[in-house]
């Protein structure tokens, strides 16, 4: 499985826009970037999904490189309670030995200050 | 849409006891469904995968007669942590998904565990 880095912690300004950077150099063709964060003592929140081309849904967009080895978590007016961990994970939708299995790294920790 | 609950959100049990934990898919049919395990400050380790209907897979290192998992429908999957013991009080969270784990999961509240 293609593993993922990313930084351990980044701070945010109310209001501003919080870039979540996620290296995945190893990502193959049938796998999928998952952003998902956890906020302090609750399960994991799906956040969005993208294999290719850029999404957007009404939580964040995704950024991907057209080599698809680094993508960016963008949360467009960040609040307070967007302070969470978020995870970055590759995983192929279809097919292979790891078929539906999420890995979880550290994830990077983002502070949204006031 | 695709909310996920868990019952209890905590409990606390003697050492020696076995508790269940079960997982429902609220709003959707859920083919398969996964349970993780995190400690304090670490991040989310997956135990096992089950398909409804069918036996669960375990991940290399976890029990499976410790850690029973049944899937008996496509809402509900169960956990019962068998002999607790307290290196077994954890936060316990189960994700589902619905098309044969291919499609989005999305994970419960979780459960968090103690066993004294």
């Known amino acids: 499985d293609a593993k993922t880095t990313q930084p351990p912690s980044m701070d945010c300004a109310e209001g501003r826009a919080a870039n979540l950077p996620c290296n995945h150099s190893?990502?193959?063709?049938?796998?999928?970037v998952y952003w998902y964060r956890q906020i302090h003592s609750q399960g994991p929140q799906y956040i969005i999904h993208?294999?290719?081309n850029n999404e957007t849904n009404e939580m964040a967009s995704l950024i991907i490189t057209e080599d698809r080895k680094s993508s960016t978590l963008i949360l467009p007016h960040a609040t307070l309670r967007d302070t969470a961990v978020y995870y970055c994970?590759?995983?192929?939708?279809?097919?292979?030995?790891?078929?539906?299995?999420?890995?979880f790294g550290q994830g990077t920790i983002l502070t949204v200050h006031p | 849409g695709a909310v996920v609950s868990q019952h209890p959100s905590r409990v606390i049990c003697k050492s020696g006891t076995s508790v269940k934990i079960e997982c429902r898919s609220l709003?959707?049919?859920?083919?398969?469904m996964f349970w993780y395990r995190q400690f304090p400050k670490k991040s989310l380790m997956l135990m096992a995968t089950?398909?409804?209907?069918?036996?669960?897979?375990?991940e290399q290192g976890v029990e499976k007669d410790k850690f029973l998992i049944n899937h008996a429908s496509l809402t509900l999957s169960t956990l019962t942590v068998t002999s607790a013991h307290p290196e077994d009080s954890s936060f316990y969270i189960c994700?589902?998904?619905?098309?044969?784990?291919?499609?989005?999961?999305?994970f419960g509240p979780g459960t968090r565990l103690t066993v004294l």
């Open positions: 089950s398909n409804e209907g069918s036996k669960a897979t375990y």
């Open positions: 993208g294999l290719k």
């Open positions: 994700s589902a998904s619905g098309l044969a784990g291919g499609d989005t999961q999305y």
């Open positions: 709003d959707f049919q859920a083919t398969t």
């Open positions: 994970i590759v995983n192929p939708n279809a097919g292979g030995t790891s078929y539906g299995k999420l890995t």
């Open positions: 190893t990502i193959s063709g049938n796998e999928y």
